[in-house]
């Protein structure tokens, strides 16, 4: 199946701080989201993006599809930014089914 | 945008009794929905797949007996953890796709379910 791997597996920010998170995923997708998980386990939607650039306020998203990796792009970090970030690509063998990357904690220190 | 529901939040259980779960679409039928298992610090991993009116596919590794999932209407998925053993805790997510014709991307995840089996 699909291998979707993300890092660094943890990130520590200062408050204002830039990042970037990466995912790479080993073959041709039809969906690639990102996601954000609060504390207490829902998770966010934040870009659907299978190709091309996104943003949306403070974070943006962007996936080379033909290279097979997008990065999330988390700039001016608040506190309300902490939590785990997963990657998730959809299968091309069943629609609507995600694989999930093991995630990005990150953590903004005030 | 739209809203999934999952009951309970969080349930508390003994070693051998059986714990329902539901997931419910608030504001759309779900002709789809999903359901996750995720242990602490680790990743989200597909268990199965419900469909309204047929009978669940699961993913390899998922005991069908074991997890009983029915999808008897488009508003309301059921997960039933049969004969629960401290292993099965975890939480739960669901998710639920409208179908009809919504984009790949109109996919919307439950609060999750927090199980701990004693």
């Known amino acids: 199946g699909i291998q979707v791997e993300q890092s660094p597996p943890d990130l520590i920010l200062q408050e204002g701080a830039n990042s970037t998170l990466r995912c790479n995923f080993s073959?041709?997708?039809?969906?690639l989201q990102w996601f954000h998980q609060n504390p207490w386990g829902q998770l966010i939607n934040l870009f659907y993006i299978p190709s091309g650039t996104k943003q949306n306020g403070r974070l943006s998203a962007t996936t080379v599809a033909t290279e097979r990796y997008s990065l999330l792009y988390i700039s001016s970090s608040q506190t309300t930014d902490s939590g785990v970030y997963f990657c998730a690509v959809e299968r091309t063998d069943s629609w609507g089914k995600f694989q999930f990357g093991a995630g990005t904690q990150v953590v903004v220190t005030p | 945008g739209a809203v999934v529901s999952q009951h309970p939040s969080w349930v508390i259980c003994k070693s051998g009794t059986s714990v329902k779960i539901e997931c419910r679409s608030l504001d759309f039928q779900a002709t789809t929905m999903f359901w996750y298992r995720q242990f602490p610090k680790q990743s989200l991993m597909l268990m199965a797949t419900?469909?309204?009116?047929?009978?669940?596919?699961?993913e390899q590794g998922v005991e069908k007996d074991k997890f009983l999932i029915n999808h008897a209407s488009l508003t309301l998925s059921t997960l039933t953890v049969t004969s629960a053993h401290p292993e099965d805790s975890s939480f739960y997510i669901c998710s639920a796709h409208p179908g009809g014709g919504g984009g790949r991307e109109t996919q919307y995840f439950g609060p999750g379910t927090r199980l701990l089996v004693l």
């Open positions: 419900s469909n309204e009116g047929s009978k669940a596919t699961y």
């Open positions: 073959d041709s997708v039809n969906n």
